[in-house]
């Protein structure tokens, strides 16, 4: 037999809620006051990876930078819908799998499609495309 809903009943996560609060705290105070205080010439220098900072973390990125990140989490969502399917292949049979060529196929044309309109291309024009004659 289940019990009600009622505020009564929420006891339970109030108290864990009340015991978390003070273990951040708690954990905030000691490290205060166990932490060092010095203050040396290279306290507040940046400092990443083993290296020191060469230039502004404020650098501008290109927006094709953005697109091959977006493009990135795109497809690689799409392989979870792909690797979904393969556990589940022997319940779909022949029907799941006609419907995995024609994802497969969305995708594929959607890859080129990105392609042939220039979205992967990171770097300079090369000569290889077509150049219009001068005027």
């Known amino acids: 037999m289940q019990t009600p809903f009622t505020i009564a009943n929420l006891w339970p996560m109030a108290?864990?809620?009340?015991?978390?609060?003070?273990?951040?705290?708690?954990?905030?105070?000691?490290?205060?006051?166990?932490g060092e205080r010095h203050k040396g010439h290279a306290t507040d220098d940046p400092y990443e990876s083993g290296s020191m900072l060469i230039s502004s973390a404020r650098m501008r990125l290109s927006a094709k930078f953005?697109?091959?990140?977006?493009?990135?989490?795109?497809?690689?969502?799409?392989?979870?819908?792909?690797?979904?399917?393969?556990v589940a292949i022997r319940q779909l049979g022949w029907a799941g799998y006609a419907e995995i060529l024609i994802f497969i196929g969305v995708l594929v044309a959607a890859l080129i499609y990105l392609w042939r309109l220039g979205a992967l291309d990171w770097g300079p024009k090369s000569s290889y495309r077509r150049k219009l004659p001068p005027e």
């Open 66 to 86: 953005y697109l091959v990140a977006v493009l990135f989490v795109i497809f690689d969502l799409e392989s979870v819908f792909i690797i979904t399917w393969a």
């Open 15 to 34: 108290v864990y809620f009340i015991f978390v609060i003070l273990l951040i705290l708690a954990m905030l105070v000691i490290s205060y006051l166990l």
